[in-house]
């Protein structure tokens, strides 16, 4: 369930009319491939981060599927993040691996937000049937987000130390093989103390294993690249509400007179 639906819905067990319930089908469609070609343009158009090793690029294509999710449900931000993923390695095939492995990322972050979020709002909804609060939604979105996103990095941390660089090293070793990566890490954990006053640089660690690399940089990446999509959705989602929803009529409501 999803605002869309009233708790009054639930309450009565009573339905909105066929008519309404094939507007929203419709809407929810034609929502699916304004957003699924949001994420693929967005995917697109990628850009590196200076200090940072140049295989490392940021992307905000889960914008677009977190938002999807705390609209409709976690199956339509799945359904938008794997249309992004086949488009992009359809396109350039050389980044399947990178693709694939970005794809089991953002689906286990994108399936635990949107069904915490959708169960919370369900038994919210049942227990009032009064419009669910801007506040509540809020909190409940940013609860969501949450949880999904320790589960998020540690499946990230596991997918590129034992499966997405051995097979690089595999492919491309002249470029990706573990001496090269580590040494990346290495100049870009420098680059990074360099620009740092004298005290926190010395905080910066020396790494001798590619799984050190991948905790200090990849994680803090994706963490805050997660973080700002996550913000960004939340203070757009309720901005959005009236395009985002159709407006129920009078005629559709199950029982006459009801406001």
Known sequence: MSDTQSAYEI???TNYSERFKKKVRLMRRVYLLILTAAAVVLYFYRFRLPLLPDMFIVD???????LITFAYGPLYGLAVCFLKTAVHSAVIQSSILSDATGFVVEAMFILIAGSFYTK???EEAKQTADKLKRGYRIKTMLSGSLLGLPVALVMQFLLTQFILYPELGERYAEVY???NILQKYVSALNAIGAHLPASLANLIPSITKLWQGILLINLPVTLGKLLFIILI???VYSLLL???YVKIPKSDYPINGMD
């Open 11 to 13: 309450i009565t067990g």
């Open 60 to 66: 905000f294509s889960a914008f677009p599927e977190l």
């Open 120 to 122: 919370k709002i369900e």
């Open 177 to 179: 093989s573990s001496e």
């Open 233 to 235: 959705t939340v203070l």
């Open 242 to 244: 009236p395009i985002l």
